[in-house]
């Protein structure tokens, strides 16, 4: 006669969560060349409900490789990139200017003094060239 089984531990998850994501001060992105090389940059995030949103230079490399692919890994990371945990596969998606407006808005709040310095200085780059020098990025995880 078989034993009887003992109940099973939940399992623990495989990497972070979006709630720890976002509590980080830092994101590592890694986006993909057209090549398969990854490049992970360090970003500041916002939770935004069930996504992340991140703010770059519109020029940026991050901009050109997540039109040629979505597919990214993230982790939470220190300002110079070093990863504070595991990575986890997520999808970008560019936003527009509206939202990319928003996405610097609540940037501005979250990051205060530091935060209102870079927005200004994207503004004001954007009044001298008369395009859009910001792109807002929104992140989900696959649920």
Known sequence: MAEPMEPMEPMEPTGPTLESLAKGKYLSLTTYRRDGTAVATPVWLVRDGDALRVITQA???KVKRI?????????????RGRLSSGQVPAVATLQDSAETMRTSAMITRRYGLLGRLLMWRSARAARRTGEPTAAGISITMPT
Do not use: K, Q
């Open 59 to 61: 020029s940026s490399g």
């Open 67 to 79: 039109r040629n692919n979505s597919s990214v890994l993230i982790a939470s990371c220190d300002s």
